[in-house]
């Protein structure tokens, strides 16, 4: 059976603080980006198909 090994705690601050970064400066706003654009295409492509542009009827 393998042991697990150890971290200390330098390298487990500096992990944690380039995981922090990754997510604050790359994960958040291609999510935001992604989120915002998905829900734009949806209103979109429900317009579209089924209720048209607003104002139309």
């Known amino acids: 059976m393998s042991t697990p090994e ?3 705690e330098k390298e487990r601050s500096t992990y944690e603080w380039r995981s922090f970064l990754f ?3 790359f ?4 999510l ?6 998905g829900y734009g ?3 979109w492509a ?3 198909l ?6 139309h009827g």
Do not use: H
């Not at 994960?27 to 291609?30: Q, W």
């Open 6 to 8: 150890t971290v200390d």
């Open 23 to 25: 997510i604050v400066i």
């Open 27 to 30: 994960l958040f706003p291609i």
């Open 32 to 37: 935001s980006v992604a989120i915002v654009g």
């Open 41 to 43: 295409f949806v209103v």
């Open 46 to 48: 429900i317009q579209v």
């Open 50 to 55: 089924f209720i048209g542009p607003p104002g």
